[in-house]
């Protein structure tokens, strides 16, 4: 039987959601499973592995931030995502090591694409604010999920 661990503090509306999406798809591979909550007084980093499957909650603002990246997937303090070929610590260490190499869009975008190879991580809801620019703003360098504009990224066409 598959063991899945819900983050404790998640909202019922998202745990209702996961609990049907991942119910129908166990169920459909004739999979027996049970939903755990995740103990709220054991911090992440100190936690056994008695799950299959957990599934946390991680709110960095709504933006792919590199030091969030980095804090989940690169380090053992964190939420300790696994990163098993290592490729998303190499993109953040090219990423801080030179801004210019990447913009934050390519930098997303090149996060997604590993994350997505790789499967080690699914992610099960994307949230982010909605924001309209001007014709006139070259979206280059602008994240469709940004939290908040970054000028040091916004040019002019």
């Known amino acids: 039987k598959l063991t899945i661990m819900l983050h404790a503090s998640m909202p019922s509306r998202e745990q209702d959601y ?18 755990v909550d995740e103990p709220s007084n054991v911090p992440l980093w100190k936690m056994n592995e008695s799950f ?9 603002g709504g933006s792919i931030l590199s030091e969030a990246i980095r804090m989940m997937f690169c380090s053992k303090m964190g939420i300790s995502f696994p990163d098993p070929g290592g490729r998303l610590c190499a993109l953040t260490n090219q990423y801080e090591a030179d801004e210019k190499s990447l913009s934050l869009s390519e930098y997303g975008d090149r996060f997604n694409e590993i994350l997505n190879q790789e499967s080690s991580v699914i992610p099960l809801l994307h949230a982010g604010w909605t924001w309209f620019f001007s014709k006139d703003i070259d979206l280059a360098g602008i994240s469709p999920t940004m939290g908040i504009p970054r000028f040091d990224l916004l040019n002019l066409k």
């Open 18 to 35: 996961i609990k049907k999406l991942l119910g129908r798809t166990m169920e459909s591979l004739a999979l027996p499973f049970e939903f």
């Open 52 to 60: 299959d499957i957990r599934i946390p909650r991680v709110n960095t």
